[in-house]
């Protein structure tokens, strides 16, 4: 067990829907970053958040929204879903964002669109 | 830009020594990662190396950092069948503050023929 917690594990849904990840970060964590894993595009950044505040962006679509809650659990929500959505997604959080060290990930959320 | 690059596929055979080379972007970058990732599964740090180090040895891992041309190695002694897995090199890169994202490299399918 990492200490990063995902979930659900596995998700399947309908084109056009709306769905929410959810991830706790390791204890002691303040940031929170999202990673998208896809055969066409590999491991992709999305986002980073540290103490409820955004702070990185990646290639994160407009239809894809985060948010860090004052607990320091993140949500990732996709919306308006197509097929190209499908993908692994990972939440990582870290110890020193500052310096980018000690990253840990969880298991991920498998996405399957339909 | 920030693309990291690394080889395909490699093939060994148990017991031999496996190489496995990455060539990033950011000559500013802090930590360089190497993570596992087996197949339906999540990724697994394997090491990690300090930007102002040469090298790292961790029992069958060693790593090797040359900084003027931007190329990290990860070296498995011994390589077993179950070190078959993708390997995925990693930079991070920070922006001042606590704002810090890691690239991931295309990743390298490691396989390890008995």
């Known amino acids: 067990d990492s200490g990063v917690t995902q979930t659900p594990k596995h998700l399947i849904t309908a084109t056009g829907q709306r769905v929410t990840l959810r991830c706790s970060p390791r204890?002691?964590?303040?940031?929170v970053y999202w990673y998208q894993q896809s055969l066409d595009q590999g491991l992709q950044f999305l986002i980073q958040?540290?103490?409820?505040?955004?702070?990185a962006k990646g290639n994160i679509l407009e239809r894809f929204s985060a948010q860090q809650f004052p607990d320091l659990h993140s949500e990732l929500n996709l919306s308006s879903l197509e097929l190209g959505d499908s993908a692994l997604y990972f939440c990582?959080?870290?110890?020193?964002?500052?310096?980018?060290?000690?990253?840990?990930f969880g298991s991920g959320t498998r996405l399957t669109v339909v | 830009g920030e693309d990291v690059e690394q080889s395909l596929f490699l093939s060994v055979r148990e017991g031999d020594s496996s190489v496995i080379n990455c060539t990033y972007t950011?000559?500013?970058?802090?930590?360089l990662y190497w993570y596992k990732q087996e197949p339906g599964a999540g990724l697994q740090l394997l090491t990690y190396?300090?930007?102002?180090?040469d090298m790292k040895q961790d029992q069958r891992l060693t790593v090797l950092l040359n900084k003027k041309d931007k190329h990290l190695s990860l070296r498995i002694a011994d390589t077993q069948t179950g070190d078959s897995a993708i390997y995925f090199c990693?930079?991070?890169?920070?922006?001042?503050?606590?704002?810090?994202?890691?690239?991931f490299g295309t990743g390298t399918l490691l396989a390890v023929q008995p």
């Open positions: 958040y540290y103490n409820g505040e955004e702070r």
């Open positions: 190396i300090f930007s102002n180090m």
């Open positions: 990582a959080s870290s110890v020193d964002p500052g310096t980018g060290f000690g990253y840990t």
């Open positions: 950011d000559s500013s970058s802090t930590y």
């Open positions: 990693a930079e991070s890169l920070n922006y001042g503050g606590a704002t810090n994202k890691l690239i």
């Open positions: 204890s002691g964590d303040l940031s």
